[in-house]
Nanobody, 124 residues
C-alpha cells in the first residue's frame, strides 16, 4: 500500500522559511513523479512543485519560482520542499502526491496517491 506522509508545516512570519518533507512508503514503481500541491480555504487545489524520478526534471508554479526548491533523497524515500521568503498568500494546506508513470506530472488530475496534508500559515 502506497503511503505518503507530510511533515514540517507550521506557523512562520512573512519572509521566513520552512522545509516540508514527504516520506513515501510502499512504492514499487519504476518511475514516478512526486508533487507538492496546496489548497487555501475557498480555493481549488493547485500545483506548487513537482519532481520526476525518471530524469530529475522539476516544475514550479510561477508564484513560487525563485523562492521554493524541490529535492529528493531516494535512499530515504523522501521528497523535500524548501520554502523561502514566505508570503501570507502561501498560507494553505500543503499536500504531497505521487503519480506512478514515466515523465513529469504537473497537474492535480495526474496524481493517484495523496498524503493527508500539513498546514502552513504565514503571518504578516
Amino acid at each position: 500500500e502506497v503511503q505518503l506522509v507530510e511533515s514540517g508545516g507550521g506557523l512562520v512570519q512573512a519572509g521566513g522559511s520552512l522545509r516540508l518533507s514527504c516520506a513515501a512508503s510502499g512504492f514499487t514503481f519504476a518511475y514516478y513523479s512526486i508533487g507538492w500541491f496546496r489548497q487555501a480555504p475557498g480555493k481549488e487545489r493547485e500545483g506548487v512543485s513537482c519532481i520526476s524520478s525518471s530524469d530529475g526534471s522539476t516544475y514550479y508554479a510561477d508564484s513560487v519560482k525563485g523562492r521554493f526548491s524541490i529535492s529528493s533523497d531516494k535512499a530515504k524515500h523522501t521528497v523535500y520542499l524548501q520554502m523561502n521568503s514566505l508570503k501570507p498568500e502561501d498560507t494553505a494546506v500543503y499536500y504531497c502526491a505521487a503519480d506512478p508513470h514515466y515523465g513529469l506530472a504537473t497537474t492535480v488530475d495526474d496524481y493517484d496517491y495523496w498524503g493527508q496534508g500539513t498546514q502552513v500559515t504565514v503571518s504578516s
